[in-house]
């Protein structure tokens, strides 16, 4: 599985964004998807990850009612739509999958199979 992350560049605080990560070389199924964002100076920060079904997912408590995360089985890709950023949202999104032995979403900072390149998201006024 390739993935590929997209969608980001710059943003004011309190606008939106919506990122994209796309799959290619199988489906989606069976998969659990997750967003990760590492910004300078700070731990590596899974935002959100969905079951590989599409109906459950998983926010950190940063980002809780702000983002969510969503599944289009028929395009292959997993969305982030951000709303009210915030500056502290500055950081290079991540995409991330593994196969889930459930359908649970899977959170993990770091050890997932398959990763995508990042996308920068800068929020400034």
């Known amino acids: 599985v390739q993935l590929q992350a997209s969608g980001g560049g710059l943003v004011q605080p309190g606008g939106s964004m919506n990122l994209s990560c796309l799959a290619s070389?199988?489906?989606?199924?069976?998969?659990?998807v997750e967003w990760v964002r590492q910004a300078p100076g700070k731990e590596r920060e899974v935002v959100a990850a969905?079951?590989?079904?599409?109906?459950?997912?998983e926010y950190s408590e940063s980002v809780k009612g702000r983002f969510t995360i969503s599944k289009d089985n028929a395009k292959n890709t997993v969305y982030l739509q951000m709303n009210s950023l915030k500056l502290e949202d500055t950081a290079l999104y991540y995409c991330?999958?593994?196969?889930?032995?459930?359908?649970?979403?899977?959170?993990?900072?770091?050890?997932?199979?398959?990763w995508g390149e990042g996308t920068l998201v800068t929020v400034s006024s």
């Open positions: 070389g199988r489906t989606l199924d069976h998969l659990s």
């Open positions: 991330g999958a593994d196969y889930a032995p459930n359908d649970e979403p899977i959170v993990r900072n770091y050890g997932m199979s398959y």
């Open positions: 969905i079951s590989w079904s599409g109906s459950k997912t």
